[in-house]
């Protein structure tokens, strides 16, 4: 069942900075980790993608880094807008005929105009 | 891009009663499918896996009897929520794989369902 009281973690930045958005993941067996991007009252959107044999992938003003020692994944957002407000999960899938997709507990990104 | 598309996008119904929400992929065919759960402020949680023409995969503490999934179709998939009650209220999403090899996955919009 469902954690009582559980609250996002939340981030709040300045239009014009830089965000990190952080995430432990548990599976070192997971093929790819994903970060989405959820709105308010929407279905998830999908960000940024990065495999496991990587340690960074850059897209449009999006980084992620993933540092396996540690099993830790970060998003970094470049020049931070107010559209960029929502929450934000990253996600472990695994493939190989066995698709499984492990959302983490996600951050709130506010963004102060 | 590939669509999913959910509907209905929200409903309100009384306790006891059954919801059927549907899940389609609008340009590709999808022999799998998920449903995901989310509570508010919380993240989503797989509830089971949907393939065509099997039984649904379900996870540890889903009651399969209560969440009745049938995958019919290569671009529909059904979520049933049988006598739903008022913990039943919450976000349910759909998410379905294109095929082939490095498939991509795409989420429905969600339904958001009240019971009364």
């Known amino acids: 069942g469902e954690s009582v009281g559980l609250h996002l973690p939340t981030l709040s930045v300045q239009e014009g900075d830089n965000s990190i958005i952080n995430c432990a993941y548990s599976n070192s067996a997971s093929d790819y980790f994903i970060w989405y991007k959820q709105e308010s009252g929407k279905g998830p959107q999908f960000i940024i993608d990065i495999r496991s044999n990587m340690d960074k992938r850059q897209g449009q003003r999006v980084t992620v880094l993933l540092n396996k020692t540690v099993k830790h994944l970060s998003l970094q957002i470049a020049a931070t807008q107010p559209g960029d407000s929502a929450v934000y999960f990253c996600?472990?899938?695994?493939?190989?005929?066995?698709?499984?997709?492990?959302f983490g507990k996600g951050t709130k990104l506010s963004v102060i105009p | 891009g590939a669509v999913v598309s959910q509907h209905p996008s929200r409903v309100i119904c009384k306790s006891g009663t059954s919801v059927k929400i549907e899940c389609r992929s609008l340009?590709?065919?999808?022999?799998?499918m998920f449903w995901y759960r989310q509570f508010p402020k919380q993240s989503l949680m797989l509830m089971a896996t949907s393939n065509e023409g099997s039984k649904a995969t379900y996870e540890q503490g889903v009651e399969k009897d209560k969440f009745l999934i049938n995958h019919a179709s290569l671009t529909l998939s059904t979520l049933t929520v049988t006598s739903a009650h008022p913990e039943d209220s919450s976000f349910y999403i759909c998410?379905?794989?294109?095929?082939?090899?490095?498939?991509?996955?795409?989420f429905g919009e969600g339904s958001r369902l009240t019971v009364l």
């Open positions: 996600a472990e899938f695994r493939g190989a005929g066995s698709y499984q997709l492990t």
């Open positions: 998410s379905a794989i294109t095929g082939g090899a490095g498939g991509e996955l795409f």
């Open positions: 340009d590709f065919q999808a022999t799998t």
